[in-house]
């Protein structure tokens, strides 16, 4: 079985389209900044991947994850050809912080808020008249299940077609308890690096059109081979290789495609110390004996961890680079921790190569996991 991908679109601190996103990574150009969205004398970071749009005054504004929901879905939704008063396409988006931002700025500041404004679906209801919504939190693998969640869906006749969409804003909450949970300062995302001192959070939205095969009227950016999910609920923060290396095998399995027939790895690499070690022993042990192995890049080292729709930007990012042929960089890896000792992992530069088929990987506090598996599309 196979879905096919037929409208993307995005926003994120690099760009505010898929495209100009995909070519700011091929450029290793970085949206890391000084912290703005709040006062930062408070923490020991002071740096964050914000996306820069609270106007002159520079003030905080509520609903901003809402906004760039809303234009992220149409993006898709015009680029798949379709008609943006979609009131008969379900609308699925992974999330990991909702609008809790717009929460806190109500308690701080008493900011306008409405307990309806908290949720997606009224206001993509308003938008484009969308009759079936559902959100799910499933931390930063959210939106790679709410895309398992789709072709279900499509393949027990329930839709022909679904947005998959993701949103997160950076909120003061989430960032001091990560401020003080990590053990050293990042100042700034260092996937896979000796260096790497943790997780900075970024911001952004994402949306995907999945589609029944046959159905696309612009032709396809990518077809989903197939998607595999868990949760071994082992430990809260440490993942673990083993469940991961298994949702690895399980994706290959269900895409009817061996290790060897990957070309592209879209890596989680959110920086910190035990998910980076998890994800490089699990990698390399399943691509072990794979020829040559697959390039691999992990671009949260340009646009922060976007938490729940991280998973979905790696795969716009990876259907752009199937059909173009070129790989970001990670950017700030300079030294290779000894997992990755083997992985072919792009570096300093943009790299070029024929690919066909890509692995996208999010993995999620609690041990949830999720990888899907694409192939190059005919979109021109």
């Given at each position: 079985m196979?879905?096919?991908?037929?409208?993307?679109?995005?926003?994120?601190?690099?760009?505010?389209?898929?495209?100009?996103?995909?070519?700011?990574?091929?450029?290793?150009?970085s949206g890391l900044t000084d912290l703005h969205v709040f006062d930062g004398d408070k923490?020991?970071?002071?740096?964050?991947?914000?996306?820069?749009?609270?106007?002159?005054?520079?003030?905080?504004?509520?609903?901003?994850?809402?906004?760039?929901?809303?234009?992220?879905?149409?993006?898709?939704?015009?680029?798949?050809?379709?008609?943006?008063?979609?009131?008969?396409?379900?609308?699925?988006v992974g999330t990991t912080l909702r609008e809790q931002r717009s929460a806190e700025l109500w308690w701080r500041d008493g900011a306008p808020l409405t307990l309806r404004d908290l949720h997606f679906g009224s206001?993509?209801?308003?938008?484009?008249?969308?009759?079936?919504?559902?959100?799910?939190?499933?931390?930063?693998?959210?939106?790679?299940?709410?895309?398992g969640m789709a072709t279900d869906m499509i393949e027990l006749g329930l839709a022909d077609t679904v947005v998959v969409a993701g949103t997160d804003s950076i909120t003061e909450s989430a960032f001091g308890t990560l401020d003080r949970v990590q053990n050293e300062t990042p100042r700034a995302l260092r996937p896979f690096d000796r260096a790497r001192a943790g997780m900075l959070m970024g911001e952004g939205?994402?949306?995907?059109?999945?589609?029944?095969?046959?159905?696309?009227?612009?032709?396809?950016?990518?077809?989903?081979?197939?998607?595999?999910?868990?949760?071994?609920?082992?430990h809260?923060?440490?993942?673990?290789?083993?469940?991961?290396?298994?949702?690895?095998?399980?994706?290959?399995?269900?895409?009817?495609?061996?290790?060897?027939?990957?070309?592209?790895?879209?890596?989680?690499?959110?920086?910190?110390?035990?998910?980076?070690?998890?994800?490089?022993?699990?990698?390399?042990?399943?691509?072990?004996?794979?020829?040559?192995?697959?390039?691999?890049?992990?671009?949260?080292?340009?646009t922060g961890h976007t938490l729940g729709g991280s998973g979905l930007l790696s795969l716009v990012t990876a259907a752009f680079a199937l059909r173009h042929g070129v790989v970001p960089p990670v950017l700030g890896l300079t030294d290779p921790i000894d997992e990755a000792a083997g992985l072919r992992l792009v570096r300093d530069r943009a790299a070029t190569a024929r690919l066909s088929t890509a692995q996208i990987n999010a993995f999620g506090f609690g041990g949830i996991n999720a990888v899907a598996v694409l192939e190059k599309g005919d979109r021109t």
């Amino acid at each position: 079985m196979s879905w096919d991908i037929t409208g993307l679109g995005a926003v994120a601190s690099i760009g505010d389209d898929p495209r100009s996103v995909y070519d700011a990574l091929c450029a290793g150009r970085s949206g890391l900044t000084d912290l703005h969205v709040f006062d930062g004398d408070k923490y020991r970071a002071k740096q964050a991947y914000e996306i820069d749009d609270r106007g002159p005054d520079g003030a905080d504004r509520p609903l901003r994850a809402t906004r760039w929901l809303e234009t992220a879905v149409e993006q898709a939704l015009t680029d798949a050809g379709l008609d943006t008063a979609a009131d008969d396409i379900p609308i699925l988006v992974g999330t990991t912080l909702r609008e809790q931002r717009s929460a806190e700025l109500w308690w701080r500041d008493g900011a306008p808020l409405t307990l309806r404004d908290l949720h997606f679906g009224s206001a993509l209801r308003d938008r484009f008249g969308t009759a079936r919504s559902y959100t799910f939190a499933n931390a930063c693998a959210a939106t790679l299940y709410t895309l398992g969640m789709a072709t279900d869906m499509i393949e027990l006749g329930l839709a022909d077609t679904v947005v998959v969409a993701g949103t997160d804003s950076i909120t003061e909450s989430a960032f001091g308890t990560l401020d003080r949970v990590q053990n050293e300062t990042p100042r700034a995302l260092r996937p896979f690096d000796r260096a790497r001192a943790g997780m900075l959070m970024g911001e952004g939205s994402v949306a995907v059109v999945v589609q029944r095969t046959g159905a696309a009227r612009r032709g396809v950016h990518a077809v989903v081979r197939g998607v595999s999910m868990n949760c071994d609920a082992a430990h809260p923060t440490a993942p673990d290789p083993t469940t991961i290396s298994w949702a690895i095998r399980d994706a290959h399995r269900r895409a009817g495609l061996k290790a060897d027939e990957i070309d592209l790895v879209m890596l989680h690499g959110s920086g910190t110390q035990l998910n980076d070690s998890a994800e490089a022993t699990a990698v390399s042990g399943v691509f072990e004996g794979a020829g040559a192995g697959p390039l691999l890049t992990a671009i949260k080292s340009m646009t922060g961890h976007t938490l729940g729709g991280s998973g979905l930007l790696s795969l716009v990012t990876a259907a752009f680079a199937l059909r173009h042929g070129v790989v970001p960089p990670v950017l700030g890896l300079t030294d290779p921790i000894d997992e990755a000792a083997g992985l072919r992992l792009v570096r300093d530069r943009a790299a070029t190569a024929r690919l066909s088929t890509a692995q996208i990987n999010a993995f999620g506090f609690g041990g949830i996991n999720a990888v899907a598996v694409l192939e190059k599309g005919d979109r021109t």
